[in-house]
């Protein structure tokens, strides 16, 4: 590896960090995992990645790519490997006003998006938090605030531009390399590095959003009469229904509602909340005007032996009541995993499911289940947190790549139904055929 570095450094313009240099332990380590990489490269620019790409091939060492490093497996590090670290590469800029185009680096965080867009009056429906990376959520999906109305973040995706694992640069887009256009949305890290996205940016006011709580024992009552009303609500209704939040308390915790109302107009607000207000004794109430960026909060770094153990599944509309009892149920018992439940559908589901390569269009809900701690305390979670997705497997389907921590076999398939994968593998076949970009809910060239 030595002579192949020395070669990268002739012309490589980023930063080549290896063991004993001071930035060595923060550049090794990703939200989740530290790691012990051979070497962390940090390209300052397409050639860079290019060069970056080849060196890594050339090496025969196992590579990492990291957007926002917020992968919960821990993707964006490795242990003796070459880490491609896309943090220099992170502009954002508005390329077309009248189309709202907007051209994102691929190592950009989600919150510099935010902050970017905020003073043309523009937002890009990404996630929930400011750090997470634009590459990892776009290539999996992307659910956020605006998730109802606008879509996943890959349905705003127009185009990409890729650098392959053999070092070309190519783009991506409906016209253009139009399979590997299909497999980047959904498809994860698997196809290459996208080094910029064009997004097509959605007009944004500021939005009706907060937190309104309801006690413990009214979940069940709470649950469902939330899930009813999102069937029927204006799409400007994004939620998340949150159980057992170990910060608030574990089992004892409030049933936490945020609810995003996409708008600034207070009686269009009121039309959506109210109904949810109506639902319970209300604990609290949080619901205010503010500015689509403040929506978005900060990610936390997990101090070292922290873990972070993340699951989740799809819920169709007629498994909806069977699956939110046993959430309530669950969540309220004692040692209860952190259950959250995130409204889907509207704009979602209008999209044909063989488009993209995100394949669960149809579904209402994702359940995601988080235990945080040391491992003894992981550990201990473990069966209960087994007995809750055992109860819920008749009534759940798949997984969302973006919440799950195991990257197993059983999980890449619970990620990419059976067409959805072959499909994929054979997009892997033409643009990576010797599995470089291996770092990841990993799809095996056909
Ligand atoms: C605190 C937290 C909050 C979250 N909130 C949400 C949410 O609201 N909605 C949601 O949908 N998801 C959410 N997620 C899940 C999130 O989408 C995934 O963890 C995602 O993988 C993070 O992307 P990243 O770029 O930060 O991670 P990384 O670990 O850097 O990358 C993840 C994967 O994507 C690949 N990758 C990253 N960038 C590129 C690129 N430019 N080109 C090619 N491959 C790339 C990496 O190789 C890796 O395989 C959240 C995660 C966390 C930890």
Request: hydrophobic share 45%.
């Amino acid at each position: 590896m030595n002579a192949a570095l020395e070669i990268l450094r002739r012309d490589f313009g980023g930063d080549i960090i290896e063991p004993g240099a001071e930035e060595y332990a923060s550049a090794s380590r990703t939200m989740l995992v530290t790691g012990s990489p051979a070497v962390v490269l940090r390209p300052g620019s397409v050639g860079d990645v290019q060069a970056a790409v080849r060196f890594a091939a050339d090496a025969g060492l196992a590579l990492s790519v990291r957007g926002g490093g917020h992968a919960f497996p821990g993707f964006g590090t490795n242990d003796g490997g070459v880490v491609i670290d896309l943090g220099g590469l992170a502009d954002v800029e508005v390329v077309d006003k009248e189309r709202h185009l907007v051209r994102v680096g691929g190592g950009a965080t989600w919150g510099r998006v935010a902050a970017a867009l905020a003073p043309h009056g523009l937002a890009i429906s990404s996630g929930d938090t400011r750090s997470v990376g634009v590459g990892g959520l776009t290539l999996v999906g992307g659910i956020g605030w605006k998730v109802r109305k606008h879509g996943l973040a890959l349905d705003s995706l127009v185009a990409a531009e890729v650098v392959t694992a053999g070092g070309q640069v190519v783009r991506a887009d409906a016209e253009e390399n139009s399979e590997l256009f299909w497999a980047l949305r959904g498809g994860g890290g698997n196809f290459g590095i996208v080094t910029a996205f064009t997004f097509a940016a959605h007009p944004t006011t500021d939005v009706f959003f907060g937190r309104i709580t309801f006690p413990v024992s009214e979940a069940a009552a709470v649950l469902r009469g939330w899930a009813d009303h999102l069937r029927t609500a204006p799409e400007e209704l994004t939620s998340i229904a949150n159980i057992a939040n170990p910060l608030a308390g574990g089992p004892s915790a409030p049933v936490e509602i945020y609810v995003a109302v996409d708008g600034d107009d207070p009686r269009l607000a009121a039309e959506i909340v109210d109904p949810i207000r109506r639902l319970g004794t209300v604990i609290d109430d949080e619901v205010a005007l503010r500015p689509y960026a403040d929506t978005l909060v900060d990610g936390i770094v997990a101090p070292p032996g922290i873990r972070l153990v993340t699951r989740s599944a799809f819920v169709g509309e007629e498994s909806v009541p069977e699956a939110l009892g046993i959430v309530a149920e669950a969540g309220a018992a004692e040692r209860a995993p952190f259950i959250s439940v995130r409204s889907l559908g509207g704009a979602v589901s209008r999209v044909p499911h063989d488009a993209t390569a995100y394949a669960y269009r149809r579904a209402e809900l994702l359940v995601v289940t988080t235990v945080v701690g040391p491992a003894p305390v992981v550990e201990a979670a473990r069966p209960v947190v087994e007995s809750v997705w055992g109860r819920l497997a008749p009534h759940v389907d798949g997984a969302y790549a973006g919440f799950l921590t195991s990257a197993a076999e059983e999980d890449v398939a619970a990620a990419y139904p059976e067409r959805t994968y072959r499909r994929l593998a054979a997009v892997k076949r033409q643009w990576d055929p010797g599995n470089l970009f291996a770092g990841n809910h990993n799809v095996r060239p056909a």
